[in-house]
């Protein structure tokens, strides 16, 4: 490589050649790797050699398993590349350019070399999903929570990724891992209030709060657009917002049912503890419930609106507080309700029905101009 690609790269600043290709400064360009290397890497100026070192593989390589030559599943080398051995009886490797194969375990044994699956291992039983086979025991064995198996005769589980779990044993699917983070902190000027895992359905036996802190002389208007909470159970699982976390603190809301209607309310309180807890009956898509806080001065306007019946009269009204975007530019007028007026004509009716301009207009032009 000349120095031509060097300077090209370092002065211009605009060349990034992506993996399996590398810059070349005689042709001004990235090239792809030529059979036998690859490039693993963004940005570079050659590629590297593979370790079989055979001129073998495909053109534009970008990972040394690309390189050609390996040992195929079945077999194994002391490099994972060719000359390959076959896995012995009462062995297995399932991947290719491996380096030792695995054993079955038990004194299972294979029906013959180069076996490419566990499921070539000859067990006493056959393990369905959401099991696995105990090599120690001969028996199968339910998959741990927060662990899964999708696949008939296998002897491990796989672990649900992240901050992840299942609600039981004996899951068969990576769907069936469950998102279970929730609760916290809340002092912005709006945000949400969401259900673990949504919009998938809820883990069982999770219990998260929420503490919305209001800047000083701020108010919070809370919006429930739809909720998804199975009556089944008898108020198993149930959303509370309230005052503090005393049960004889003033309550704003309260549930355990479903609710695809919307409504809008402000908080009796000035601060706001929210509670959801869920057990192992039932489940549903729970909620995502945004929330603003407002100036206090504004408080007869807030309540004038939420409280009144046209707000939720027409499908199209109930659409408007079940939308992100028009729910936002609401939370702009409500809590700034001059910014009600920087809005043109035409962008109100682009976003809003006219009933609805119409309930807000009257509404915000008798506050702000009483006279």
Known sequence: MDDRGLNHISEAGDVTCSMGTYFSGYYNQCIPCAPGTYQDTEGQLSCEVCPSNDGQGIIGARKVSECGGQCPPGQFSNDG?????????????????????????????????????????????????????????????????????????????????????????GSTNGTQCKNLYCGGELGDYTGYIESPNYPGDYPANVECVWNINPPPKRRILIV???????????????????????????????????????????????????????????????????????????????????????????????????????????????????????????ELKEMFPRSFIKLLRSKVSRFLRPY
């Open 224 to 346: 429930v657009p739809e909720i998804f909470i199975p009556i089944e159970d008898e108020c198993g699982d149930v959303l509370v917002m309230r005052k503090s976390a005393s049960s004889t603190s003033i309550t704003t809301y309260e549930t355990c049912q479903t609710y695809e209607r919307p409504i809008a309310f402000t908080s009796r309180s000035r601060k706001l503890w929210v509670h959801f807890k869920s057990n192992e009956a039932n489940s549903g898509k729970g909620f995502q419930v945004p929330y603003v806080t407002y100036d206090e001065d504004y408080q007869q306007l807030i309540e004038d609106i939420v409280r009144d019946g046209r707000l939720y009269a027409s499908e199209n009204h109930q659409e408007i507080l079940k939308d992100k975007k028009l729910i936002k530019a609401l939370f702009d007028v409500l809590t700034h309700p001059q910014n009600y007026f920087k809005y043109t004509v035409q």
């Open 81 to 169: 590349f060719k000359p390959c051995r076959y896995c012995a009886l009462g062995t297995y490797q399932p991947e290719h350019g491996r380096t030792v194969c695995f054993p079955c375990g038990g004194g299972l044994m294979t029906k013959y070399e180069g076996s490419v699956s566990f499921l070539d291992c000859e067990t006493k039983v056959h393990c369905s999903p959401g099991h696995y086979y105990n090599s120690t025991t001969h028996r199968c064995i339910r998959c741990p929570v927060g662990m899964y198996q999708p696949e008939f005769g296998q002897n491990y589980c796989m672990a649900c990724p992240g901050n992840t779990s299942t609600d039981f044993d």
